[in-house]
């Protein structure tokens, strides 16, 4: 059974169920440093049960499409924060929960210099750039317990543009 997803382009409308897009669009809410710098402020909903915020500097092997999606995960206690440290696009795949389990996933392309959070509880696939270095601050959860669920998809489903 081949089952495919076609990715989209990531805007905040369609990516609101599963999280926050980050990114610069639009005028910053404010002007700071004497003028020189927009801030755009608050403009991700973190969310930790137990435990703290705690950034962490990932770096992931670059993939291809089609990209064979075998495997989502979920992080019950927190939500996660995806900012590339580099201006390349990366894919995120995500679905919403049904009844405990994900419902069929969407795959988003960032657009470059956009980041994600994702919302506490949203499943989603691994960290999975299209060009290296895949290198990315991720701001998430630092706590006690277990915050990782996974599922794997058999059948897998696959990825294209």
């Not at 930790?48 to 291809?64: D, V, Y």
């Not at 994900?102 to 509880?121: D, E, K, S, W, Y």
Request: with cysteine.
């Amino acid at each position: 059974m081949n089952r495919e997803i076609t990715i989209q382009p990531l805007t905040a409308e369609a990516f609101a169920p599963f999280g926050d897009v980050l990114d610069t669009e639009g005028a910053p809410d404010k002007m700071i440093n004497a003028g020189l710098c927009g801030r755009y402020h608050d403009r991700a909903r973190l969310d930790f049960g137990e435990g703290r915020a705690g950034i962490s500097l990932f770096e992931a092997q670059a993939r291809s499409l089609p990209y064979e999606l075998t495997l989502l995960e979920r992080h019950p206690e927190g939500s996660q924060a995806f900012l590339p440290l580099t201006g390349n696009p990366f894919l995120v795949i995500v679905a919403l929960d049904e009844g405990g389990s994900p419902g069929t996933p969407r795959a988003f392309c960032m657009a470059p210099h956009q980041g994600i959070n994702l919302h506490r509880g949203t499943w989603h696939g691994v960290l999975t750039p299209l060009f290296s270095p895949g290198l990315f601050a991720v701001v998430d959860r630092i706590g006690p317990g277990a915050n990782l669920e996974e599922v794997f998809l058999d059948p897998p489903y696959t990825v294209v543009p």
